[in-house]
């Protein structure tokens, strides 16, 4: 396994700082954040973040963010894009720029719940997906989806059932920890399991649920999710590394931690030393 950072979560850095860092950390590469974003008085991680490329203009950028990468020694190891499935423009886009820059994927974001019917959703869904999963063939790249709470793909059972069936070179799934608490939870090794082929890129990241002051009309009370370091997150990260060596899998593993106990620069160091060493307790176990 590697492991690599999703900017999104280094909002602090410039993308020349975030390489830099990282390489010194030891990561072994970066996930580049693009989108168009809402400026912000402070750099936040969905506003205002530095270590994001724009999507508007973003053929310009292209150089740049392949030269930033390789300079610094590091990899890229996906590309963390927000476009929807049905915005076939620039998901042409996105692919074509994720093959200029060197990158293995790229992510396609799949519809919210609430938007429409299910299954409508989800068969339009599907039909765009099959045409991402043909476009990412010619550009010699995958398209990936992110098992996402509250999406139509919160699930590795649901994911599996998008992508059944299309070319595992040029589509896959992200296996994602933290989202997984919040929706979507399924045993780890049977999801691995299921994904097969298509487990293409795994984020970790932890979260944790919390009683609030609120109560329902029953006097039930409201509980709320937080993101939550890797240590003290419901997700059983021993057990999910565990799981990963079990099925062999030896590709991209990407931090993105929207935890703020620890500063920035300590918390992706400390990441690293967590991730490594369970990395190294799985493997052993698997030996053993």
């Known amino acids: 396994m590697r492991f690599s950072v999703f900017t999104a979560s280094t909002p602090e850095w410039t993308p020349a700082e975030a390489v830099a860092i990282l390489a010194a950390q030891g990561w072994d590469g970066i996930e580049w954040r693009v989108t168009d974003q809402q400026d912000a008085a402070e ?125 595992p070179r040029h589509v896959g799934v992200i296996h994602d920890s933290g989202n997984l608490v919040i929706e979507g939870h399924e045993d780890y090794l049977a999801a691995f399991e299921l994904l097969g082929e298509y487990l293409a890129h795994v984020h970790v990241k932890n979260v944790a649920w919390h009683p609030t002051d609120e109560r329902r009309a029953d006097g039930s009370v409201v509980w709320r999710e937080d993101w939550a370091t890797l240590r003290e997150g419901q997700a059983d990260l021993e057990t999910y590394f565990a799981a990963l060596a079990r099925v062999g899998y030896d590709g991209w593993v990407t931090l993105e931690d929207f935890s703020t106990a620890l500063a920035l620069e300590q918390r992706t160091a400390d990441n690293l030393a967590f991730v490594r060493a369970a990395r190294d307790r799985a493997l052993d176990a698997l030996d053993g």
């Open 43 to 167: 750099p936040g991680f969905w506003a205002g973040n530095r270590a994001t490329w724009p999507l508007t203009g973003l053929e310009s950028h292209l150089d740049d963010i392949r030269a930033t990468t390789r300079q610094a020694g590091l990899e890229i190891s996906g590309i963390g894009g927000y476009v929807q499935s049905h915005d076939r423009q620039d998901v042409e886009r996105m692919l074509a720029a994720t093959a200029a820059v060197g990158a293995p994927r790229v992510r396609i974001t799949m519809p919210q719940l609430g938007t429409g019917h299910y299954r409508e959703l989800f068969d339009a869904a599907r039909r765009d997906l099959d045409w991402a999963a043909r476009r990412a063939h010619e550009h010699g790249v995958q398209a990936v989806i992110e098992l996402h709470h509250r999406t139509i793909i919160s699930s590795a059972s649901a994911a599996y059932r998008m992508v059944e069936g299309l070319d």
